[in-house]
């Protein structure tokens, strides 16, 4: 079956970094677009970035533009995101996820599979 597995997350101060990592297996990786996500308590799940299954083309939230960034290696099946200049307001669990779509990638419900999540905290 199809996993995502995150990796990465932790405890750090405001203006450090942290790269997060999703490894996926089950399925052929290089044709799916990855998405991540992030949920902080008691609120909704939001669009942070994603990359196309080329690798070509990667899109970000407002919030994180200019501080983030996505990549992935197709012949490792892993996704990255890495985060510079991390802000309080950053603390959330990060998620990834597949889509086989190139569009509306924006949005939750574009994606087939999620992983479990990895937590970020960052201090003031």
């Known amino acids: 079956q199809v996993q995502l597995v995150e990796s990465g997350g932790g405890l750090v101060q405001a203006g450090g970094s942290l790269r997060l990592s999703c490894a996926a297996s089950?399925?052929?990786?290089?044709?799916?677009?990855m998405g991540w996500f992030r949920q902080a308590p008691g609120k909704e799940r939001y669009f942070v970035g994603y990359?196309?299954?080329?690798?070509?083309?990667?899109d970000y939230a407002d919030s994180v533009q200019g501080r983030f960034t996505i990549s992935r290696d197709n012949a490792k099946n892993t996704v990255y995101l890495q985060m510079k200049g991390l802000k309080p307001e950053d603390t959330a669990v990060y998620f990834c996820a597949a889509s086989r779509r190139t569009t509306y990638l924006y949005a939750r419900n574009t994606y087939e599979y999620w992983g479990q999540g990895t937590q970020v905290t960052v201090s003031a």
């Open positions: 089950g399925l052929t990786f290089s044709s799916y677009s």
């Open positions: 990359i196309m299954w080329s690798g070509g083309n990667t």
